[in-house]
């Protein structure tokens, strides 16, 4: 010390000769000079660099946020959708926060926070002079204390100041950018703390602060760590969660239990300095455990998602298109998804698919399902399965093609958790090899459901699969089939609607010889029914679609032409490519699930096509509506037509021997409820399908493989009205039962205008009849 003395002498005198103090002055009064001139100078010092900070003198230190960012400030907040009765199905963010009232934390989280981040909280205004000042005595004693206040805290959170984009020019220069960022900082807390009441404080902190593992807001940690809310938490848990604001990281529960325990009692501790709880309790409350429930959030669960890539497409589209941030702007999303018919839709197919799955194991058992048109099995079938996995993918890269390390593994046995309709939560645990678990999971049989408003096109529910965690694949919009029968509704549409005709008029069922060009090429078609039998009789319209003729459909499709059939079909919502051949009309073309309930319900909807919709309407973070979402249409039939094709469509449930007779086994029928309805089934019973519109609802349901190799053996099992018709059936009693639905029983809706064509005309029951539903299309002869 002794060597510094010199130095500190000779910058002494030069001060004092800076002053030119007058000669006989007293050292006191000398010392007082300097003293004083010193306080000016760091003084005005400090309002300088304020007032520089402040405006932003040549960009060196970066903006601060106006007062109206300050009352308006815009953090990142989850948009969650929500299904039009309010049960919440998917959240997007960037951050996993939901903002919380006031009137929703616990006070003892309160005391917690105060007791440990400002105790003198309700006593300063933004900044905490004690405090400020406290640093210097703790950095002498060799603690390294911060004296940040919430509200400092809270501009920091908010508005990010020490990044490098709001510390400009200077951003990056050590010590100099925090000195800024600090000063921001205060500025800002003494801005908060005029803008918003200490209650208005408290809460935009609880809701902005960071608790680890993504968790930000005291909403998320709650969840996170005990899958509880903010107002249920226990004191014990309440200080964990304080104690995490400190370093997250070094304090996780997780990964640090042990410290995270030394962290909350640190905290218990200092509510019991400030008496928010007594010695005693805070004993007591030091020697629990750390009580941790974690919630590990899925952005994906459930069936439900089967939906939400086509609902983020759309979301995508719309926020680009008006100026939203879809993960960041804390958007209300409403779809038209019913959350109690969906569960029905659910559990409808959790209902029959283990009895379908039973009676495909007993069909093929000691036997491969996957055959193909000659019903012979497919060589090399599962090896090119196992060749589209991504393990196989793996380990030709890493090993080659031709290394028998490849096979090797592929067949080596190992641990894992599968599918299966045998337990309750569906899951079972096995050892499998690679190969073993493709063939096991290539006869497991899937479905898919969806439901529409025919007047509005909203979709009610929408169930795309057994179970989304195995079997990911959208068996309503994305997967296309070939439909079978359900397609003959569209020969029938365009007869009624093109041709004038009626339900009334006459078809003999002959087995019909139909000769049409393809390509260039002359070609032969003969179809016949799913039984290889014919009545010989004159069917009317409305018996045959309700018997699922074969013979008349193809009859009535050269006599309306196959190109006019396709052109209906597009008209009421087919956009899938349609081969304008005879056999249309039976089906041939693949086409989806979702397409198929669109164009059922123009008939419902008075001759008018809507575009299915699944969103509803949209509300900003304020719950200010932004937006309804309006699907759109067109006229595909007109009224007349469409009234008749409903009339034709109960055919199926009052015809004698209608394909859709099954229903009254469910007792959905009868005392006036009026039901319509069509099955299909594709060739060699590889696909079963059923459309069943009610007053209420159309509905489509579709039940096959994972492929088009997969199939049932025989029609007993494996038509439409095996697979498809049960789940509608069960699915439909179930909303019947729960008057909680809205779908009530009831008659059709009465023609809008007056109808010039006859449709009564009921055919009397006959002997013969062959009791099948087939699409089944023949080869046609060159």
């Known amino acids: 010390m002794k060597n510094y003395l010199p130095f500190f002498k000779t910058i002494a005198q030069k001060i004092w000769s800076v002053f030119g103090f007058p000669k006989g002055e007293s050292k006191l009064i000398r010392f007082c000079?300097?003293?004083?001139?010193l306080t000016i100078t760091g003084l005005s010092s400090i309002i300088l660099l304020f007032v520089a900070i402040i405006f932003n003198w040549f960009g060196f230190f970066g903006e601060i946020p106006s007062l109206k960012a300050l009352e308006n400030p815009k953090t990142p907040m989850p948009s969650v959708v929500y299904t039009s009765d309010s049960v919440e199905v998917v959240r997007y963010y960037s951050r996993n926060k939901t903002p919380l009232k006031y009137e929703q934390i616990d006070s003892m989280?309160?005391?917690?926070?105060l007791a440990t981040e400002d105790a003198r909280f309700e006593r300063h205004s933004g900044i905490d002079a004690k405090a400020t000042f406290s640093i210097f005595w703790y950095l002498l004693k060799g603690n390294n204390r911060g004296g940040s206040t919430l509200s400092q805290q809270l501009a920091k959170n908010m508005f990010d100041t020490r990044s490098k984009e709001n510390t400009g020019k200077l951003a990056g220069k050590g010590k100099i950018s925090t000195i800024i960022a600090k000063a921001k900082e205060w500025v800002m807390a003494v801005r908060l703390e005029r803008s918003y009441t200490k209650k208005e404080i408290l809460n935009m902190y609880l809701n902005e602060v960071a608790f680890g593992n993504n968790a930000i807001g005291l909403h998320a940690a709650a969840r996170k760590y005990f899958s509880t809310s903010p107002d249920s938490l226990e004191v014990h848990q309440s200080a964990l969660l304080v104690g995490l604001l400190k370093a997250p990281s070094t304090y996780n529960p997780l990964r640090n239990p042990e410290k995270a325990i030394k962290r909350r009692n640190t905290v218990l501790n200092q509510m019991e300095k400030y008496k928010y709880i007594s010695s005693k309790e805070a004993s007591s409350l030091?020697?629990?455990?750390?009580?941790?429930?974690?919630s590990y959030e899925v952005a994906e669960t459930g069936t439900s998602t089967y939906y939400k890539n086509f609902v983020t497409q759309k979301l995508k589209k719309w926020c680009e298109q008006n100026g939203y941030d879809l993960y960041?702007?804390?958007?209300?999303?409403?779809?038209?998804?019913?959350s109690k018919i969906q569960a029905h839709a659910e559990a409808a197919i959790a209902r029959q698919m283990p009895i379908l799955q039973d009676k495909f194991y007993e069909q093929w058992k000691g036997l491969v399902p996957w055959t193909n048109s000659d019903k012979e099995p497919i060589e090399n079938y599962i090896e090119n399965a196992v060749a589209k996995t991504d393990y196989y993918k793996f380990l030709v890269e890493k090993y080659g093609k031709q290394s028998d390390s490849v096979q090797i593994l592929l067949e080596k046995p190992k641990k894992m958790t599968v599918f299966t309709w045998a337990t309750e939560n569906h899951r079972t645990d096995t050892t499998l090899s690679t190969i073993d678990s493709v063939k096991y999971y290539k006869q497991i049989l899937r479905s898919g459901l969806v439901s529409l408003?025919?007047?509005?096109?909203?979709?009610?529910?929408?169930?795309?699969?057994?179970?989304f965690e195995y079997f990911k694949y959208d068996q309503v919009r994305q997967a296309k089939r070939q439909p079978g029968s359900t397609f003959k509704m569209f020969v029938y549409a365009a007869a009624i609607d093109s041709l004038n005709m009626s339900p009334c008029d006459t078809i003999l069922d002959t087995n019909p010889i139909i000769r049409y060009e393809e390509n260039g090429e002359q070609k032969v078609w003969t179809p016949h029914n799913a039984d290889w039998t014919n009545t010989y009789r004159y069917m009317t319209l409305r018996h045959a679609m309700g018997r699922s003729i074969n013979t008349v459909t193809a009859k009535l499709t050269e006599k309306v032409g196959w190109t006019t059939v396709a052109h209906y079909a597009k008209k009421m919502g087919i956009e899938s490519k349609l081969a304008e051949v005879p056999s249309i009309g039976l089906g041939s073309s693949d086409v989806s699930l979702f397409e198929m309930?669109?164009?059922?319900?123009?008939?419902?909807?008075a001759g008018m096509w809507q575009e299915p919709q699944i969103l509803w309407h949209v509300k900003d973070k304020h719950g200010k509506i932004l937006n309804y979402f309006y699907n759109d249409s067109h006229r595909a039939l007109s009224k007349e037509s469409a009234w008749l094709m409903s009339y034709m469509l109960k055919g199926g449930t009052q015809e004698p021997y209608g394909t859709s007779l099954a229903l009254w086994s469910y007792g959905v029928l009868g005392n006036g409820n009026d039901i319509g309805g069509k099955t299909g089934t594709s060739s060699n019973f590889a696909d079963g399908w059923y459309m069943g519109v009610t007053k209420d609802l159309v509905t489509g349901v579709w039940v096959g493989g994972d492929d088009k190799a997969i199939r049932f053996r025989t029609s007993s099992v494996g038509e439409g009205s095996k697979t498809a018709l049960p789940i509608f059936g069960v699915y439909l009693k179930s909303l019947y039962e729960d008057k909680n639905t809205g779908i009530r029983r009831g008659k059709f809706l009465p023609p809008t205008v007056e109808v010039q064509r006859s449709y009564y005309c009921p055919t009397p029951k006959y002997d013969r009849y062959p009791e099948k539903d087939s699409t089944d299309v023949e080869e046609v002869i060159e």
């Open 33 to 37: 000079r300097v003293l004083w001139w």
């Open 597 to 605: 309930v669109g164009a059922y319900s123009t008939i419902m909807n």
């Open 453 to 467: 408003d025919p007047y509005t096109g909203h979709i009610k529910a929408w169930v795309g699969g057994i179970d």
């Open 109 to 113: 989280t309160i005391l917690a926070l």
């Open 328 to 338: 960041a702007d804390g958007l209300e999303i409403y779809l038209t998804i019913d």
């Open 286 to 294: 030091k020697e629990l455990p750390l009580d941790l429930d974690i």
